[in-house]
């Protein structure tokens, strides 16, 4: 049996055995999936310039993670590193926080202008379809015909959530679109290059260097904001943005890639659109449909199709 083989079955077993894996993925799409709503209340309703938003959200958030890290580990440990060479660590969080942080979310808060944060998810969250493509090319993990199925009915769900009806602006649902195909090259990339330091380090330096990218980007597009214009409410979602939503969110989904194999643990990022879906009904008011309850019954039957093997 080959290594690469060996490795899914025992990342598999793990799985089964460690009700741990199953957590870290549930919190890590729970959190993942309140950034919808939460950056789509400060996009849209409080008119905050999106890559200013996303920008100094992440480049907090990664200065946080890495002044916790240097205090646990030590300041040495802090120092970004694959196969004991700095310089390809440094390479590799700078390329991940372009495709994961500035590419991925930068697409959404594209997105977030003119899309619900529900729809945005929706489509954002069809990467592990891509991933799928991608792994089984790649990473040798094979899309067998249920693996397949799987996939297909959490697609099938977050298209029969999109509904038939209405108009959508078509540059927001390309801009959803490749952020989602930046998330899965870049889950391609970090299963292929094992990091050497800690996944908190990996996720801290990742999030500054892709929020310096960002806001970049904003000088670049001539973002202003009236900082006076802030209230206790815009702070109150700016604050769950940076510390559930990039920090809790991204060092667990990390954290699942690395135990579990790119493939199945990118399907439960179905969940994602369905926790979006959830928090937009509780805070921005949306309306539960036959849409989102058939999403769910999908999303539920490709989850167990995944991971009956």
């Known amino acids: 049996m080959k290594s690469d083989e060996r490795a899914n079955l025992s990342n598999i077993k793990f799985q089964k055995k460690n009700p741990k894996y199953y957590l870290v993925i549930l919190f890590s799409t729970l959190f993942m999936g309140s950034s919808f709503p939460s950056g789509k209340f400060l996009i849209y309703n409080e008119s905050i310039p999106p890559f200013m938003l996303f ?7 990664g200065l946080l993670l890495l002044i916790f890290c240097s205090y646990k580990y030590g300041m040495k440990e802090v120092v970004p590193q694959l196969n004991n060479s700095v ?8 390329g991940v926080g372009c495709l994961q942080t500035a590419g991925t979310m930068g697409m959404l808060s594209l997105a977030l202008m003119t899309l619900s944060s529900s729809l945005s998810s929706i489509i ?3 990467n592990p379809l891509w991933l799928a493509l991608l792994a ?6 094979k899309i067998t015909i249920l693996k397949f199925t799987a996939l297909a009915l959490g697609v099938l769900g977050v298209v029969v959530c999109l509904g038939l009806e209405g108009e959508f602006d078509k540059r927001g649902i390309l801009f959803a679109f490749i952020g989602s195909l930046c998330w899965a090259l870049n889950t391609l990339i970090t299963k292929k290059n094992v990091f050497d330091k800690s996944i908190f380090v990996f996720t801290g330096w990742q999030l500054l260097l892709g929020g310096i990218v960002m806001l970049v980007v904003s000088y670049a597009f001539k973002e202003n904001y009236d900082y006076s214009l802030i209230n206790y409410w815009d702070i109150f979602w ?4 940076i510390i559930p939503a990039s920090i809790g969110s991204f060092s667990l989904w990390f ?11 990118s399907s439960f990022l179905f969940l994602v659109p369905l926790f979006s879906l959830i928090f937009s009904i509780i805070f921005l ?7 989102i309850i058939i999403e769910g019954l999908l999303i539920m039957v490709s989850l167990y199709l995944i991971n009956k093997n």
């Open 136 to 141: 089984h090319a790649f990473l040798n993990e």
């Open 285 to 291: 008011h949306d309306v539960l449909n036959a849409h």
């Open 255 to 265: 954290m699942a890639l690395k135990i579990g194999g790119a493939t199945t643990t």
């Open 87 to 94: 310089s390809k660590g440094i390479l590799l969080v700078f």
């Open 238 to 241: 700016f604050i769950w943005l």
């Open 55 to 61: 920008g100094w959200r992440f480049i907090i958030a």
């Open 124 to 126: 954002l969250f069809t």
